[in-house]
């Protein structure tokens, strides 16, 4: 493992005894069982792991949980496994998973509660910031690093270092700062070095390797561009304003510009930006790191960061992480085709959200907005059908979405913008107290977090919300 980088040469060190331990309890099976989380963190954490295994000749049987629950360890534990490696979960609940019986490595960002699994690689017990600094993917990808170096193949899993970006990237820790920090630094400068990755400063929008020009525009959300997100024609005319051509055999792409067309777009969103009266922090993150990976064809999902980790949030979403898995692991054929077709299911039940919320309505409180979708839009999506609906809603308070979850519990998801963190704002830590208090529970992160609650508890849980909110902002 690399000790050498400035500034994090401690960290790093004190993870890498940890890897190295994991590494050899691995070595030491002929099979394990994996279990992850069913997002872009964790399929990734999964696709990480699973290949390592594969190339060190370990059995492994694959799991997915939405949450690491007691349901949940007693499926694991049902198996009998002589080791569970967690990724991207399980810091958790390390006392419920030592009660079980299980032996385990825990590979994981999540603030640890309790303490006593031993083999548990985590940035928050180095003291670095799981939230920004290294993902869940991260975590498992310097587990694999270690394995690869046990077997007296260093470096030979360092190809992976494309899936832990993407994971993190998914998991949003590029988001506040408009770029890549802390461990997940040199996890990406170790997947230049192999060659899999590159990174550069461009227009932090989504969609730039399969998009139309336009449709990265109008579907932009934050950064927000007023009188442009959420509105195909004005894009369209600002684009034809700026000079620029908008196709040819096809609608061009950005990937499709040429320098000079870029500059002339960057240059105008400036512009128009500064008309809206955007901050300067506003028109700062217009632009950032954009992370590039090269074995990956151009012009697909799979070539840039933040569009693979949509296209594996859609495999997830809808029950079928086995898919999301095989392309991780470079399955370009059934499963690639069955993603994409998972992707555009994804893509329209969104449009069915959005137009949903558009006929209801958002409920304005005090300090925050809500909608409650019933079980109308699948509680999987509803926290992304709440982000996007900032295009039509208040940007001064953060959403709250409802949806009845297959259970019989209320799924809460709240989403807020950089903007709102800047003013305070840390949906994780409001979310997690106003759930604790009726009886649910919940976390996250400060700009996006999420809550299951029992179902007849809503009016007092926005009540709570909006008090902590309140709490938040005004100070």
Not at 29 to 50: F, M, P, R
Not at 324 to 344: H, I, M
Not at 394 to 404: C, E, G, N, T, V
Request: glycine share 12%; with cysteine.
């Amino acid at each position: 493992m690399e000790t050498e980088k400035p500034g994090f040469g401690e960290e790093l060190a004190a993870l890498a005894r940890i890897c190295e331990k994991a590494a050899d309890a691995i070595r030491r099976q002929n099979e394990v069982v994996v279990a992850s989380h069913v997002d872009a963190d964790g399929l990734t954490s999964a696709g990480i792991i699973s290949a390592a295994l594969d190339r060190a000749n370990v059995e492994r049987q694959t799991l997915f949980f939405r949450q690491l629950d007691l349901p949940a360890l007693e499926t694991i534990a049902d198996l009998g496994p002589d080791l569970v490696i967690f990724t991207d979960l399980g810091s958790g609940m390390q006392s419920e998973i030592l009660e079980m019986g299980l032996s385990a490595v825990v590979a994981d960002h999540h603030r640890p509660q309790g303490s006593g699994i031993e083999l548990h690689i985590n940035p928050h017990l180095v003291g670095l910031d799981g939230a920004t600094e290294l993902s869940g993917s991260g975590s498992t990808f310097l587990l694999a690093r270690a394995m690869a170096k046990a077997s007296g193949h260093a470096g030979e899993n360092d190809d992976l270092s494309g899936l832990a970006i993407v994971g993190a990237v998914g998991d949003l820790q590029d988001m506040a700062s408009g770029r890549l920090l802390g461990l997940n630094r040199i996890v990406l400068d170790i997947g230049v070095d192999a060659g899999v990755l590159s990174f550069a400063r461009d227009l932090k929008f989504f969609g730039k390797q399969t998009r139309p020009v336009f449709k990265m525009l109008q579907f932009s959300q934050d950064p927000y561009i007023p009188g442009l997100s959420g509105n195909e024609d004005a894009c369209i005319v600002f684009l034809k304003e700026q000079g620029v051509r908008l196709r040819g055999e096809r609608w061009r792409r950005w990937i499709d510009m040429n320098p000079e067309e870029k500059a002339k777009i960057a240059s105008g969103l400036v512009r128009r930006g500064l008309r809206a009266g955007l901050s300067n922090a506003q028109l700062e993150r217009l632009v950032g790191e954009v992370y590039n990976l090269l074995t990956e064809q151009e012009g697909t999902e799979l070539r840039d960061a933040s569009e693979y980790s949509t296209l594996l949030n859609a495999t997830a979403r809808y029950g079928h992480s086995g898919v999301g898995l095989s392309v991780c692991l470079g399955d370009r054929g059934p499963a690639l085709e069955e993603a994409r077709r998972l992707l555009n299911e994804h893509r329209q039940n969104l449009v069915n959200g959005l137009k949903l919320v558009k006929d209801e309505g958002i409920v304005p409180l005090t300090y925050l907005q809500y909608f409650d979708a019933g079980d109308r839009i699948l509680d999987t999506i509803v926290g992304i059908v709440a982000g996007m609906s900032f295009q039509t809603a208040d940007r001064k308070k953060p959403i709250l979405a409802f949806a009845r979850s297959e259970d019989g519990k209320l799924k809460v998801s709240a989403r807020g913008t950089q903007d709102l963190v800047r003013s305070g704002l840390n949906l994780a830590e409001a979310l997690s107290e106003a759930a604790e208090k009726v009886g649910g529970v919940g976390g996250g992160h400060n700009v996006a977090a999420g809550a299951t609650i029992p179902l007849e508890s809503k009016v007092e849980f926005l009540e709570l919300m909006n008090a902590l909110v309140g709490l938040q902002l005004r100070s």
